[in-house]
């Protein structure tokens, strides 16, 4: 009988195709991965992956038990929220992600006072884009732009983010006030391929293209600092640019973007004493923050 703590390794590195992406993964050497795939494929008597020069290539076996360890994952794991959501006290780790950017500027800040009240709570602050999946205990609870359309959660509208059309007072200055929507021999700092956001590049498509794109980036700090810097036009959240009084803000969120902000979480964490008191805190602080 192969070892159960091996049906995690392997669906670490059938998901990520590499020893480097399932050792990141698991949170362990990359050493160790190869070794408990070894071990495993000993255990079963079948090769597995192939090891190739691109990283791991799954064989006709591994897709056959593919669906096997899945299973086996979504039972313990729903076994391991089950014993959670029965936990009464206000005590223990929570891990909490939230959006790049605004997690660090708005959520952080509001989250001391929860844990000046409540010290026994172990929070783990995941500032990260990604989706982390909730099902399989990547996080506890998640604040998210968009709902999420993932069975067995829990979504709740806790607030709006605004983003609006800034510029610096200098780039104004050298270009003009665009009037409306007319943007003609304007620049434009637009997301990347690798990041696009899709009501901030919808925006862009139908309103701005008739400007020249100055930079391409991943983040909302590379477009605040480059605005500053007077590089052109921006859509940057209300929240980030309030503190730059050399920001303009050339058209509001009601003309740019608003998004919802939402708080998701697994139905069967609803009665977990730590998780309950981060969700009840963050529902109240972030329905009445501006």
Do not use: C
């Not at 299973?71 to 223990?92: F, I």
């Amino acid at each position: 009988m192969f070892e159960w703590s091996d049906a995690k390794v392997f669906l670490a590195a059938y998901r990520g195709g590499s020893l480097s992406a399932a050792a990141r993964a698991l949170d362990v050497e990359q050493t160790t991965v190869g070794r408990r795939l070894t071990a495993l494929e000993k255990s079963l008597g079948a090769h597995l992956f192939d090891r190739t020069s691109t990283g791991l290539k799954p064989t006709e076996e591994a897709d056959a038990i593919q669906p096997r360890f899945e299973a086996m994952e979504s039972e313990a794991l729903a076994m391991e929220r089950e014993v959670t959501g029965r936990e009464s006290e206000v005590a223990g780790p929570v891990r909490l992600t939230v959006p790049d950017i605004y997690g660090p500027v708005v959520v952080a800040p509001l989250l001391v006072e929860l844990l000046q009240a409540q010290p026994r709570i172990q929070l783990e602050l995941i500032a990260d884009n990604r989706n982390l999946n909730l099902s399989r205990r990547e996080a506890d609870l998640a604040v998210r732009m968009s709902p999420s359309t993932q069975v067995g959660l829990i979504v709740r509208q806790i607030g709006t983010v605004g983003s609006g059309l800034y510029a610096s007072k200098r780039y104004l200055e050298r270009k003009g006030r665009p009037r409306g929507f007319a943007f003609e021999g304007h620049d434009f700092i637009v997301y990347d391929d690798s990041y696009q956001p899709e009501p901030e590049v919808t925006w862009y498509l139908q309103h701005a293209r008739a400007g020249r794109i100055l930079m391409r980036t991943n983040t909302s700090r590379a477009f605040l600092g480059a605005a500053r810097a007077g590089g052109g036009l921006a859509i940057i959240p209300e929240y980030l640019a309030a503190p730059y009084p050399e920001l303009v803000q050339v058209l509001p969120p009601a003309k740019v973007v608003r998004r919802t902000v939402w708080l998701v979480m697994h139905r069967d964490l609803r009665r977990a004493a730590r998780i309950r008191a981060v969700a009840d805190f963050l529902v109240k602080k972030l329905g009445s923050a501006r």
